[in-house]
């Protein structure tokens, strides 16, 4: 079984309950048809006797024994002839009596009909008219309007009675009889209809079963399949694509094409992450590599010792500054799932960050801050510092001498919109869409400092607050960078 597929299982288990079933089907069939089939030939027979009552007629004199004697003795051969005829159920329309008896049967008198024998008796019990296909068994005392039974020659028999009565007239017997053997035959064709059916049906439902099974785990093979090429190659690319469909397999497949273009943009970043971290390490550390070599190759002054000092302090601090703004990001993305988020006065952080600042005055820059009161927005305090702080710290690196920084704060339409604002080298429309990626810098010519995290940053961060951030900007002119977030209402 453990070796089995999943399609041979689901078969297996749906061919051995269809057998069950039709078992027991079978079963209850044979049980059921069994007492129908019975109870109907004794409806049957009672109706057989009672259609046949109603076509005997009783005289209202009836015939003395002497007198049917002679009757007898003159007309043998016409009265012979006439109870031959009616005894097979043969008759021109009329009335037809029986000899010495007082009873005249009509010729509709059906005395054997559907397997059904109708005999008359008299009230003594001597047969006058009809056939007795008992006459050797030991036959039941009569008994008015009740069914009975009896075993002859291993074959079990039906008999019902009807007693006849007139106003001047003993009464005769009309006595039906049936034989089980009938039912025994309906039976016997509906087994065998049932075993030549419920075989077909079974191995149709089996097949059926066996092909919906095998559509049902094409999408978990190619599922499987894709898995299996993913893994091996290792090409995220690669998707199950089912197409349309709101089954299980199909959510499980859509599921899984998710997860894949997940992994993809994460490996895909991890990899532009470690390039792009080689790459901004790497010159810092050829630096320092050649200043030291030429600072060893012979003696120098001091002077010289000091100006290589220095460029090695220079890109040690690049670097310093690379790897801990490296390590912040990492935190930011590993530890999402588990920032601690709650209501934040952001006119509070907002001014209590602009005001420490401001005292940087880096190239005679000034901040200039407005705060709406009140904005209160869900978050972290730690995460909304660092957003804020990228943002002014962006503004300095790029400003202008002796510009300006304008931070403000305000509610609209049930959001937080926190801008800021300078004046300084602007960024051209070529470079807009990327400056939100890791390490890009719109400085070519990288002669301002910075890692190109730093709005890396801050978009990861407004993502984590389900908010945005947009920026505007136009060269020589400035740049204004939002952020927009979801208000408290309070």
């Not at 079963?27 to 259609?51: E, H, K, N, P, Y």
């Not at 709101?246 to 994460?266: K, N, T, V, Y």
Request: charged share 25%; glycine share 10%; proline share 2%.
């Amino acid at each position: 079984m453990k070796n089995m597929s999943l399609r041979a299982k689901i078969t297996l288990w749906f061919s051995a309950v269809l057998i069950v079933i039709a078992v027991i089907t079978f079963a209850v069939i044979l049980s059921v048809s069994g007492r129908v089939i019975q109870s109907s030939i004794q409806d049957q027979l009672i109706t057989a006797v009672d259609d046949n009552a109603d076509e005997v007629e009783l005289s209202h004199d009836s015939i003395s024994s002497d007198d049917a004697s002679e009757s007898d003795d003159s007309e043998a051969s016409d009265d012979a002839d006439e109870s031959d005829d009616k005894s097979h159920g043969v008759g021109s329309g009329h009335t037809a009596a029986l000899s010495g008896s007082g009873v005249e049967v009509d010729d509709d008198f059906m005395e054997n009909v559907n397997g059904v024998t109708t005999s008359i008796y008299s009230s003594g019990g001597k047969l006058i008219y009809g056939s007795d296909p008992l006459s050797g068994a030991d036959m039941p005392a009569f008994s008015d309007g009740n069914v009975s039974t009896v075993k002859y020659q291993g074959v079990t028999y039906y008999i019902y009675d009807r007693r006849l009565s007139g106003e001047h007239h003993g009464g005769v017997w009309l006595r039906g009889v049936i034989s089980d053997s009938q039912g025994t035959a309906q039976i016997s064709a509906i087994a065998k209809l049932s075993l030549i059916a419920l075989p077909i049906l079974i191995l149709i439902a089996i097949l059926g079963g066996w092909l919906i099974a095998g559509r049902s785990m094409k999408p978990v093979r190619q599922l499987t399949e894709t898995a299996e090429e993913i893994s091996q190659g290792s090409d995220l690319k690669k998707r199950i694509s089912l197409g349309k469909g709101s089954d299980e397999i199909h959510r499980l497949a859509d599921s899984f094409d998710a997860m894949f273009g997940r992994l993809d943009r994460a490996f895909t970043a991890e990899k532009q992450f470690t390039s792009d971290a080689s790459h901004e390490l790497r010159t810092p550390l050829a630096v320092i590599t050649s200043q030291c070599e030429y600072t060893l190759e012979a003696p120098r002054t001091a002077d010289e010792y000091v100006e290589a000092l220095e460029t090695v302090q220079r890109q040690s601090a690049r670097m310093t500054g690379l790897v801990s703004d490296m390590l912040s990001f990492t935190r930011i993305e590993q530890n999402a799932g588990k920032m601690v988020f709650g209501a934040v006065d952001l006119t509070a952080l907002t001014q209590s960050i602009c005001s420490d600042m401001a005292l940087i005055a880096d190239k005679g820059i000034s901040l200039r801050f407005d705060a709406e009161d009140g904005v209160t927005v869900r978050g972290n305090a730690d995460l909304l510092t660092r957003l804020l702080t990228n943002l002014i710290g962006n503004a300095y690196r790029y400003g202008r001498e002796n510009g300006h920084i304008d931070v403000t704060l305000r509610k609209e339409g049930g959001s937080a919109l926190l801008t800021v604002e300078d004046d300084g080298i602007g960024i051209s429309a070529d470079d807009l869409p990327k400056i939100f990626d890791r390490f890009y810098r719109a400085d070519k010519s990288r002669s301002v400092k910075g890692t190109g995290l730093g709005l890396s940053m801050v978009k990861e961060i407004a993502d984590l607050h389900g908010g945005t951030v947009n920026v505007e900007s136009e060269p020589g002119k400035g740049s204004k960078f939002t952020f927009k977030s979801p208000c408290i209402q309070g």
